[in-house]
Every structure is written in C-alpha cells, then in structure tokens.
C-alpha cells in the first residue's frame, strides 16, 4: 500500500511569513495526526482528527497555527506568522484503528 | 501531563555488540510501541507490546512490556551499521480516543 505523502519536503521561510504543509494519509485510515519535532526531541502531538472531527488539538497553538481534513482525507496544517521556535520537523501520520501509526517522511521547516 | 524517560540518551558501541535502552514513564500505558526513526525519515514502528509483562521479539529485536505498566525496554542483539538511528519508546492509552506520547528518544550509532 503506498505511505502516508507529505508536502513539501522542505520549506525555509522569514520570520512573520505564513506556510502550509500538506498532507494524505493511507486510504482507509480513519486517524490522522500531525506531530511537531523540534531538533532532539520526541514528537509531540499538534492534532489528531477522527475522519474529519477533531479529537485532540489541546497543544496546538491556536493563536497561530490552523489544521483542516476536509472530506476525513487529506489535510494541511498553516503557520501563520511563523516565529523563530517554529523551525521543527511536522510529521503526519495515520491509523486506521488505535496503534499502529504510519509515518510520512516529514516536513522539515527553517524559520529565519 | 504523561512523560516518557528513556535512557541512555545516546549510545555508541562497536559492531556486534548487544543494546539495551529503556523507557519509563510517570502513568501507566495500555500499549508501549517502540519505533525507529532515520535521518530525514519519519518514525516506523519497530515493536507494539499490548499486556505487562509480554516478551515480543523482531528478529535481533526484543521489547518487554514492563509488568508495572510504567516502563518498557527493547533490545538488540549483535548490531550491525544499519541499525543507526533513533530509538523511541510510545506509550498509548484508550479514553474516548487513541492517545500516544512519544518519549525523547535514544540515539544510536555503531562503530564498524
């Protein structure tokens, strides 16, 4: 079965500009997540959406970041203005039941 | 909130030597995952140990699922070059929804 696609692979961008990161989860599968990955660190939880309901978007900075799954397929995540501390890997994964997760390969983000 | 441990943090050994890091955590988990994550990558699942005290192998791979529910240990037997990377401990817990942490993982490198 192909992978969960990530787009684009990288993205460098200044301080207080905006971007979006694109991502398709395996067919079938109900889950997605995306995760940020600051250099050094585990993965940690953005948001996690049930077919196209959000279950989990408790650390997610709203104040500037934005997720949609339109149709409980594709999704895309936006920064918007992007800060210095944003620079991070933003992995997308899914599941079609609990455990389990496949991983894209990642966006890897440079704030400057 | 849940936090995962794991230890060492990094680790350099010569080829062929065995490997074993840990994982623990503040709250018990339903689930411990272990997962493998490569330069440029995202993470793939190596191991799912789903009741205490279970002993699961992949092949040179062996995960225990601690029988406190609050740690969890994988090991590796005769590492090769390949194995490179970083390791990460998960833990996944069934409320209303499937939730995962991710621990800040252990860096391996081997020494042909």
């Known amino acids: 079965e192909a992978g969960v696609a990530q787009s684009p692979r990288y993205k460098i961008i200044e301080k207080r500009q905006s971007v979006a990161f694109w991502c398709n989860p395996i067919?079938?599968?109900?889950?997605l997540y995306w995760y940020q990955q600051i250099l050094g660190q585990g993965p940690k939880l953005l948001i996690q959406?049930?077919?196209?309901?959000?279950?989990?978007d408790s650390q997610l900075p709203k104040d500037r970041f934005s997720a949609e799954r339109l149709k409980g397929v594709d999704s895309t995540l936006k920064i918007q203005p992007a800060k210095l501390e944003d620079s991070a890997v933003y992995l997308c994964?899914?599941?079609?039941?609990?455990?389990?997760?496949?991983f894209g390969s990642g966006t890897r983000l440079t704030v400057v | 909130g849940q936090q995962l441990n794991q230890s060492p943090q990094s680790m350099f050994i010569q080829e062929g030597e065995d490997v074993s890091m840990n994982c623990t955590s503040s709250?018990?988990?339903?689930?411990w995952l272990w997962y493998k994550q490569e330069p440029g990558e995202g993470p793939v699942l190596l191991i799912a140990?789903?009741?205490?005290?279970e002993l699961t192998s992949n092949g040179r791979l062996t995960a225990q699922f601690g029988i406190t529910r609050k740690d969890s240990f994988l090991n590796i037997s005769a590492s090769i070059p390949s194995d490179v990377g970083i390791y990460f401990c998960?833990?996944?817990?069934?409320?209303?929804?499937?939730?995962?942490?991710f621990g800040p993982g252990t860096s391996l490198s081997v020494i042909p």
């Open positions: 994964a899914s599941s079609s039941q609990g455990v389990g997760y496949t």
């Open positions: 067919s079938g599968h109900a889950t």
């Open positions: 959406f049930q077919n196209n309901g959000v279950v989990d």
């Open positions: 709250s018990i988990f339903n689930t």
């Open positions: 140990l789903y009741k205490a005290g």
């Open positions: 998960a833990g996944h817990e069934k409320t209303s929804y499937d939730k995962v942490i």
